[in-house]
């Protein structure tokens, strides 16, 4: 942890004999925070900017947080290494990049056909799931927040239409956490890679159809410059978290008022970034269908597939992990609830819409 102190005097304080002010240790610290996204990324990369500006800003400067994008400090899916290590004391990202270190991850992300994005906040704030998502970060020595959420993402870019389940038979695919796994169920060759590839790899054909984000981010990455064919919605990842997270050590060094700073500085870059993407959204979808940019749901055999593949995964990830288990008592017990909640409020609505 880098700490420095700034001591501020009154003049004349080299004399002993005159009245000045005793000098005062102002304690200033200074964190270095890699990010999995490009700083410019709208939305994803411009949570982790907004969330150091505005520490800066409710800490009068007592705390001063310099983001590192993707690579520049450490590679995208190896910040909360680089966090638990010790190495920086806090990181930027979202949960399910580190998977392989907790199945449970995914769920603290989103998860297909789980909860919208104000469901997941209202389960992690109120139904138990932050303090089973602290509780499992914790044996890893690190303090989970979180900072904001994409909402329901598209379904992906694919190079060909996709008509049927045999469309998808032997694809490359650009897909990120468990909606990866629930794909290679119906055939298709699944691929997590950073953002920063996702384009390169569409154009030289490496891959045939890539899954990232929506519409805002989809545009900034120049996807539609290589495919006008996109599907909606991403019944893979309704909601996807982002997450600020912090060495434990790190976090007890903090006083009580910094801690809070943190704290209020991530919910509100969750509410910012939330808002960001419902609005610029509307406006990037409306340019690229401008451009051409056809926007497909999926055939009727092409989800029902998917929901059947996903109640697979499910089962194997209860089995195989108990942290995943554990957090699938907490999150279907609410999401039980939750669907019948919103098919009679919010689905009724928007269908009359």
């Known amino acids: 942890m880098k700490r420095r102190l700034f001591l501020k005097s009154g003049a004349g304080l080299a004399a002993a004999t005159t009245l000045a002010a005793p000098a005062i240790a102002q ?34 400067g007592r705390m001063v947080i310099t983001v590192y994008g993707a690579g520049e400090l450490v590679p ?58 602290d509780s499992i970060y914790a044996e890893r020595n690190l303090k989970p927040f979180y900072s904001g959420n ?38 298709v060759n699944a691929i997590l890679m950073p953002p920063t590839e996702i384009f390169q790899s569409l154009q ?4 045939d159809a890539a899954e990232w984000v929506g519409p805002l981010l989809d545009q900034a990455f120049g996807l539609q410059r290589i495919t006008n064919l996109c599907y909606t919605p991403a019944y893979a990842e309704p909601c996807a978290a982002l997450q600020v997270v912090v060495n434990t050590e790190a976090w007890a060094g903090l006083a009580d008022d910094l801690k809070a700073i943190v704290e209020a500085a991530a919910l509100q870059c969750s509410m910012e970034t939330l808002g960001q993407f419902d609005y610029y959204n509307v406006g990037a979808m409306a340019s690229l269908e401008e451009a051409g940019v056809e926007f497909l749901n999926f055939p009727d055999d092409v989800i029902a597939g998917m929901k059947s593949a996903w109640g697979e995964v499910v089962e194997e990830q209860r089995a195989a992990s108990p942290d995943a288990a554990r957090v699938l008592e907490s999150y279907e017990a609410y999401q039980a609830g939750a669907v019948g909640y919103a098919n009679a409020f919010v689905g009724r609505y928007l269908a009359a819409r």
């Open 27 to 60: 304690e200033r610290i200074e964190w270095d925070m890699p990010s999995s996204f490009p700083k410019a990324a709208p939305g994803v990369g411009t949570n982790s900017t907004r969330f150091a500006e505005l520490v800066e800003k409710l800490s009068s």
């Open 150 to 187: 994409s909402g329901t993402q598209a379904g992906g870019w694919f190079k060909n239409r996709i008509e049927s389940l045999a469309d998808l038979q032997g694809l490359n695919m650009r897909i990120a956490g468990l909606g990866g796994e629930m794909m290679r169920k119906l055939g």
């Open 204 to 207: 030289s054909g490496a891959i």
């Open 76 to 133: 995208p899916f190896a910040v909360e290494d680089a966090v638990q290590a010790g190495n920086v004391q806090i990181g930027h990202g979202t949960p399910y990049y580190a998977a392989s270190k907790t199945a449970a991850a995914h769920w603290f992300t989103g998860v297909p056909f789980g909860l919208t994005a104000n469901e997941h906040y209202a389960w992690l704030k109120w139904g138990g799931g932050q303090e089973i998502w």
